[in-house]
């Protein structure tokens, strides 16, 4: 047992890395958004896929093509966040549109999502292809409509539009990680399932981000769940309420990977152990 979970480990890291050299090679030529991958970051959504694909036993030329999509697409809406958020800086260096100017900006996160699409071409499973590619541009779209309700809103709408919003936002890239290799294995019933899931996942994840960030986002007239509840009910009452909601959120994710196949949400699964422990370590503080 520790032996196989030594050799997913290795697998993993080799995948990874390969992962990092296909995202440069397809950008090549483009300085703005190499310079913004060469910033580092986690790389998580690109793990959470490996792993999965990896579970479901999957070629490793698929598994590499579709955390290169995942993490290019995530990338991109990075760098034009930080162009619509105004924000100079990204990872300790400057953002990509302080550094290049602004059109550069745009240009790099568009060139980072054609160069998703394109990861896909080394795919195998040929079978797969119509539906995967339908999957990203479907996750594209909400992601962009998540963005432009966020800029759009209010700081007075209700919880249940915050949490849509949340939702569109971050959602559906982060269901990528589990929906592209179970389209890839044939798994196509469970997707539902998945992007439920990751729903409730992606607005626990904003909820926890916005308890660390409700002061700063006060001053800055940024949607903020706190700052929301704050209008009905006291500040300790509105962080206990959110923190609340997190466990409740995170619970019923849980539950609802274990049933997928392979145990390949394993990885997502964790995550949500380690946001949990966040929320309950904050609330003891």
Request: charged share 20%; glycine share 4%.
């Amino acid at each position: 047992m520790i032996q196989t979970e030594v050799n997913m480990q290795c697998q993993s890291s080799f995948l990874l890395k390969q992962c990092e050299e296909d995202m440069l090679f397809r950008l090549k030529g483009n300085e703005p958004s190499c310079f913004h991958l060469a910033s580092g970051g986690s790389r998580t959504r690109a793990k959470l896929c490996i792993e999965a694909g990896l579970a479901l036993q999957l070629p490793t030329k698929t598994i590499v093509a579709l955390a290169c999509a995942i993490e290019l697409l995530h990338n991109a809406s990075l760098v034009h966040d930080d162009l619509q958020d105004a924000d100079t800086t990204r990872r300790g260096r400057q953002s990509v549109w302080k550094k290049f100017g602004k059109s550069h900006a745009v240009c790099a996160g568009d060139v980072m999502i054609s160069a998703a699409f394109g990861s896909l071409a080394n795919v195998e499973s040929y079978s797969s292809l119509p539906s995967l590619l339908t999957q990203i541009q479907e996750a594209v779209s909400l992601t962009v409509k998540g963005q432009s309700r966020d800029l759009d809103a209010q700081t007075t709408i209700t919880e249940h539009e915050y949490e849509d919003i949340a939702a569109m936002k971050s959602g559906p890239l982060i269901q990528l990680t589990l929906s592209l290799p179970l389209i890839a294995a044939g798994y196509d019933d469970h997707i539902k399932t998945v992007n439920d899931a990751l729903n409730k996942f992606s607005i626990a994840y904003q909820i926890l981000d916005d308890l660390d960030d409700w002061q700063q986002d006060l001053q800055r007239e940024q949607l903020n769940i706190v700052n929301l509840l704050v209008s009905r009910y006291s500040l300790v009452e509105s962080i206990t309420i959110a923190r609340n909601r997190v466990h409740y959120l995170l619970n019923r994710c849980q539950r609802q990977l274990n049933v997928l196949p392979s145990n390949c949400a394993a990885s997502v699964i964790t995550a949500t152990h380690n946001l949990l422990a966040k929320a309950k370590a904050d609330l003891n503080e």
